[in-house]
Structure formats: C-alpha cells, structure tokens
C-alpha cells in the first residue's frame, strides 16, 4: 500500500485563484467547482496562497456586516501553503492529515509549480481500492 503516490489520486483540475479576483468571483468559481479551496497561483503557475470557503465566509460576513469595500483574493487568502509533492505516499499523506489543518492539499513539482490537488475524500477512496484489491488477492 505504501508504494500508492499521491499523483495516482490527485485532482488534475482544482479550481486555482488569481491574487487580484475579487473575492465574489473567487466564490463563484469554487460554487461552480464544487470544491472547498484551491491555489492562489501566481501567472508561471507557482502557488502564492491558498483560498478556502472559510476564508470566504469569513470576509463575506464582515463585508455585508461592515458594507466594506470589495476584497481581493489576496487581502484573504494564506500565504503560508502545506504543499505536498507528487511522489509522496497516500498513507503518508493521510497521516499527516490527521495531525494538519488542510482538507486540501496542492501537489506542486520540485519547482513549486501546480500540478493538482488531493483532498481526504481522494485519499480514503484511494486507501479504500487498495484494502479491497488486497482483500480480492488474499481470498
């Protein structure tokens, strides 16, 4: 099992978020995607940030509350990114998640450059075809 990389499992289309989309838009795409965050990368395709709903919510609620200005991506997202690269294994992964905040991981190359996502649905679902081809072989 040990020998399942992230990449096997990842997202190849997250949804990804310029700095300067304001923060409406930055909602819409992640409603349209179904997704519950992505990168914030910047014009070479390098991570800069990450966007949740939460940091969306957040900044909507005092918005509306506080009739502020229109915010950007980049007046909410985190700049401190936990990145993991593609070749990590997903037991790996998914011990780490059980100590880490992320829900969702970008995956980025030895460059830093985006190539997906992974999130804990994708790792159970990933851990769940291995037990059961594990279970079919020992039958």
């Keep these: 099992m040990e020998s399942l990389n992230v990449s096997d499992h990842m997202n190849l289309r997250p949804v990804t978020f310029n700095a300067e989309m304001t923060v409406a838009e930055a909602v819409e795409r992640l409603l ?5 965050g992505g990168p914030v990368v910047d014009a070479q395709n390098k991570i800069i940030g990450f966007l949740s709903e939460q940091d969306c919510l957040v900044r909507m609620i005092e918005s509306s509350y506080y009739r502020e ?11 401190e990114v936990i990145s993991v690269k593609p070749y990590l294994s997903v037991i790996e992964l998914a011990q780490r998640m059980l100590t880490e905040r992320p829900k969702v991981y ?12 992974i ?21």
């Design 32 to 36: 349209q995607s179904r997704q519950t």
């Design 69 to 79: 200005q229109v915010a950007h991506v980049k007046d909410v997202m985190r700049t």
């Design 106 to 117: 970008p995956i980025v190359d030895d460059d830093g450059y985006l190539l997906g996502t």
């Design 119 to 139: 999130n804990r649905s994708a790792l159970l679902n990933a851990i769940d075809l291995q037990l059961r081809d594990g279970y079919r072989k020992g039958l």
